[in-house]
C-alpha cells in the first residue's frame, strides 16, 4: 500500500474520486490543505501543522467539525497502517462542496485526510535562480491560509527554473525583496551570522523554518529575519532551506556560482533530526 485516505468515517487505498465537479472549491478554488510527516516512527510538530490546517479552513470561510486533536489522532490511526520504514506525507484538506457560491460555504465543508509513501530528498544539495514571477501581497491572495488556489504560483516558478536548467527558484514579494524560494523557506549565512526573510505575509512562514529558528538560537547562533536582497543571497558563505517535505537541505549552486554544504546548515540538519526522533509525536 503506497496510498490511504479517509473520508466520511470510511479509508480508501489508491486514489479515490471523492470531489465531484460541481464542488464549490472544484470550480473556484478555495480548497485547503496542510502537509506533515511520519518517519522513524516519529511525526514532528504533527500538532502545529493540524492547528495551521484548521485555521487556513477558517481563513477560507470554512467551518471544520474536527479539532487538531482529532487531526492527529487520525494521523497516528493512519500512519500506523504502514510499514515502519516508510516515510509518509500527511496532507489534511478541506473543501466546500456543492454549490455556485463564488466563496466558500461554512455549512458545506468538506474533509479528508490522504498519507502516501513519499521518500524525503536526499540532501545532495539542489540549484536555483532569481525567478521572474513574484509572490503575491496580502491584499491580493489569501496568503494567510496554505490554499491551493497560491500554488499554481509555485508550481510555474518551478517550471520555468527547470526550463532554464535549475532545480528550484527564489521569489521576490511585492517590494523586490527576497520572499522564499518556490517550494520552501530559505536562509543563507554570511560571516557566521544566520539570515532569512522576515515574514511578512507574503508566504507561508514555515513550522519547519519556525523549528529550525529556534534550534538554532538556543544552540548559541545569531538567527536574523529580516529583509533580504537576492544580491545577498548569490554572494552568501552558505544557502539552505527549510519546508516539510525535505525538511533541511542545502543549496549548492546559486545561479553560476557553486555552493558547498556549510557547517551552520550541517548543524541546523543536525538539529532538527535529533528533535524530531526525541521531541515527535511517537507512533
Known sequence: MDQLTYHEGNFHEGNPMIMGPLDQSFWFATMIFDGARAFDGVMPDIERHCERCLNSARVMGMEPKETAQDL????????????????????????????????????????????????????????????????????????????????????????????????????????????????????????????????????????????VIGLLKDAGHDVIERSVTYDEVASADEVFSTGNYSKVIPVTKVDDRDLQPGPIYRKARELYFDFARDEGFKL
Not at 491584499?139 to 497560491?150: F, Q, R
Request: aromatic content about 10%; glycine content about 6%.
Open 72 to 211: 492527529v489522532e487520525l494521523a497516528a490511526d493512519m500512519a500506523r497502517k504502514f510499514p515502519s520504514d516508510k516515510q509518509l506525507y500527511i496532507r489534511p484538506t478541506y473543501w466546500s462542496g456543492q454549490s455556485d457560491s463564488l466563496w466558500a460555504v461554512a455549512d458545506l465543508t468538506k474533509f479528508l485526510m490522504v498519507l502516501e509513501v513519499a521518500p524525503m530528498e536526499e540532501p545532495t544539495g539542489f540549484s536555483m535562480f532569481l525567478s521572474d514571477l513574484r509572490r503575491p501581497a496580502p491584499d491580493m491572495a489569501p496568503t494567510a491560509a496554505k490554499a491551493s488556489c497560491l500554488y499554481p504560483n509555485s508550481g510555474e516558478a518551478v517550471r520555468r527554473a527547470r526550463k532554464a536548467g535549475f532545480d528550484n527558484a527564489a521569489m521576490l514579494d511585492h517590494e523586490g525583496n527576497v520572499a522564499e524560494l518556490a517550494t520552501s523557506n530559505l536562509f543563507f549565512v554570511k560571516e557566521g551570522q544566520v539570515h532569512t526573510p522576515r515574514a511578512n505575509g507574503t508566504f507561508l512562514a514555515g513550522l519547519t523554518r519556525k523549528r
